[in-house]
């Protein structure tokens, strides 16, 4: 355990994992940060698919196409990962909620007459609930010692989350790698962009 500005400092994307899997006791640990994560209306709209082992492979079967695989200098490193974790957000859930008398005043549930639903909601709140989820997951990650790395999803979402179980009411919000870093790690060109002044991004008092 280290102290909490220590762990954002030294968090980062790992691209490159060790192939050994992780303890069972670990791997539950770094999903328990989630369940505290903040929850719109105390839905608990979010959830995870954890895959291991076998599993891993069909994956990045469903999520990524053989021509990427090939080509990607980053593949090898990213499929080592030993924990590949889907973060799941349910719209449906949401509209559930706010449609209970205590929200329903907000419009974003099911008014029965047509309105409200998900296209009501201007900011999706699953999506935030989902984030902050998975940003609790990354965290713990760094504080246990381990390389994590965020995957956004690009294609064939519904065959995916079918191939695993997930209800169809479900949305992928996107993947989680968790494993040890193997130090091969290949620099992404995004670091070369400066960071944004403190002042750029803290604007007090009004823009």
């Known amino acids: 355990m280290v102290e909490f500005s220590e762990v954002l400092r030294r968090r ?3 691209r490159s994992f060790e192939a050994g899997p992780l303890d069972d006791g670990l791997v539950r640990g770094l999903f328990e940060p989630a369940l505290r994560a903040p929850s719109a209306g105390n839905t608990a709209g979010t959830a ?8 891993r492979a069909r994956y990045w079967e469903l999520a990524t196409t053989e021509e990427w695989q090939t080509r990607s200098r980053r593949f ?11 973060s799941l957000a349910s719209p449906a859930a949401y509209v559930e909620r706010y449609s209970e008398p205590d929200k329903a005043p907000s419009g974003l549930g099911d008014t029965g007459s047509g309105g409200g639903g998900p296209e ?10 989902a ?9 713990a990650a760094t504080d246990a010692g381990l390389g994590a790395a965020f995957l ?13 179980g997930v209800p169809p009411h479900w949305r992928l919000f996107g993947t989680v790698l968790l494993g040890r870093p193997d130090g ?6 995004s670091l070369d962009r400066e960071r944004p002044a403190f002042d750029e991004v803290v604007r ?3 823009w």
């Not at 999706?124 to 609930?129: E, I, L, M, Q």
Request: charged share 15%; net charge negative.
């Open 12 to 14: 980062h994307m790992v």
């Open 48 to 55: 995870w698919v954890v895959l291991e082992g076998a599993e």
């Open 76 to 86: 090898e490193g990213l499929s080592r990962a030993p924990v590949v974790a889907l």
């Open 120 to 129: 009501a909601w201007p900011v999706p709140y699953w999506f935030g609930d």
């Open 131 to 139: 984030a902050f989820a998975t940003m609790g997951v990354l965290l």
């Open 152 to 164: 956004g999803n690009f294609r064939h979402e519904h065959e995916l989350l079918a191939a695993f």
């Open 184 to 189: 091969g790690d290949h620099r992404s060109a």
């Open 204 to 206: 007090r008092q009004g």
